[in-house]
């Protein structure tokens, strides 16, 4: 996840646009010539209107990737992955591993118990003794990849210039995924509207097509 939100050119170009168109809306005020934006301001967007009130500034940013760089306009692709990490709760995960923690340590001691068996037929100490084995086994596993993903969050974030200690992870991803669901319906919806334009178009030409036709029939009945 870590890779495709940080090294995906698409995704980061498509951000240094927004910054640029940022600034220039914001020229000669005290926000121009912002160096960054936070990552919730993505899903601000479509709160920035056009003067009728139709459009916004997604649909501007949609067209503009589509009609002068096409090469970026689809870096949702690049961010597959995002979707799933959202569902990830670091909470729960935690809350998972204290829970396993527990349960080991609760099994160690119930086995201080039964060191000696209490029978020929007593296996519980042997046998529990071998699962504990193999249950630390996967639960070092687990504490470790969890380690691990907690410096890619905190790594990811403070790439994005926000607060790690400030900033929840699921807020952080669900940021992003809002901002590209967005983004593509105003890219429908752009499509809409330049569907309806061509009809509108084609309407009008053959109204004038028309016209003239009657005109020349006209002419030539005098």
Not at 100 to 108: F, H, I, Q
Not at 196 to 211: G, I, N
């Amino acid at each position: 996840v870590r890779e495709a939100v940080v090294s995906t050119q698409s995704t980061g170009k498509t951000f240094e646009l927004i910054l640029l168109i940022g600034n220039y809306m914001n020229s000669g005020s005290r926000n121009a010539s912002t160096y960054g934006f936070k990552l919730n301001f993505l899903t601000k967007l479509q709160n920035t209107k056009t003067q009728d009130n139709r459009t916004n500034m997604l649909h501007f940013l949609a067209d503009l990737l589509e009609t002068k760089h096409p090469q970026w306009v689809n870096f949702k692709d690049d961010l597959k992955s995002v979707s799933k990490a959202r569902r990830v709760c670091d909470d729960q995960l935690s809350k998972q591993l204290r829970g396993m923690k527990k349960s080991l340590g609760n099994l160690k001691r119930e086995l201080e118990f039964h060191k000696t068996p209490e029978s020929l037929d007593d296996q519980f100490g042997t046998r529990m003794s071998a699962f504990l084995e193999v249950a630390e086994d996967q639960y070092n596993k687990l504490e470790t990849a969890y380690q691990s993903m907690g410096k890619y969050v905190t790594d990811l974030i403070t790439y994005y210039g926000e607060d790690p200690k400030k900033t929840n992870i699921e807020d952080f991803f669900s940021d992003i995924i809002t901002f590209c669901n967005d983004f593509e319906a105003a890219r429908a919806e752009n499509a809409k509207i330049r569907d309806a334009k061509k009809r509108e178009e084609k309407q009008k030409e053959m109204k004038e097509m028309e016209k003239m036709k009657r005109e020349k029939e006209k002419e030539t009945s005098k």
